[in-house]
């Protein structure tokens, strides 16, 4: 067991639905400790970015749309083996396999609005805690 932190999102649907403390309970409950969190607006261009492995994919454009929808909660969160057990409290990916007791078996009902991110490796985790913190959304006007 090693000691790691892993960058943990709270998507719109989350926050929309009003889940951000039952998300964040659990996390703290299972013995994590959140050292930093911001709440943004994500644009297009930060989304392919984060989720350039799925370009091209028949869903990108409902992912974009939906990461796009409102405000998302990025948040560090840091213990022992964060990155793979954070993983394990999210659950799968695909709402059918997600399992009940996880965050995504208990609330996600679409493959694609799902809740909550969890990053997949240490190394991912350090990239996208960079992006998120540093990013800023280009103003509109
Ligand atoms: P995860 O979020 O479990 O790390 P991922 O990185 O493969 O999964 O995909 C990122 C997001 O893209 C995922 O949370 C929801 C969406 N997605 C992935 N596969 C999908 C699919 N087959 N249909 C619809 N949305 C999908
Ligand atoms: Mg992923």
Redesign the pocket.
């Known amino acids: 067991m090693a000691l790691e932190r892993t960058f943990v999102m709270l998507k719109p649907d989350c926050v929309k639905r009003r889940l951000v403390g039952e998300v964040i309970s659990r996390i703290e409950k299972k013995g994590y400790k959140i050292t930093d969190i911001k709440m943004s607006e994500l644009d297009e261009a930060f989304v392919r970015e984060q989720?350039s492995h799925?370009i091209g994919r028949s869903?990108f454009p409902e992912?974009l749309k939906y990461m796009t929808s409102g405000p998302v909660i990025g948040m560090v969160v840091e213990g022992e083996s964060a990155v793979r057990i954070m993983r394990k409290l999210i659950g799968a990916?695909?709402v059918a396999d997600a399992e009940p007791g996880t965050i995504r078996g208990d609330f996600a009902f679409t493959?694609?609005e799902?809740v909550v991110?969890g990053s997949?490796s240490p190394e991912n985790a350090e990239l996208e805690i960079n992006r998120f913190f540093r990013y800023k959304v280009p103003s509109k006007v």
Do not use: G, I
Request: a negative charge; aromatic letters at 18%; glycine letters at 0%.
């Open positions: 989720y799925l869903f992912l990916t695909r493959d694609t799902n991110h997949d």
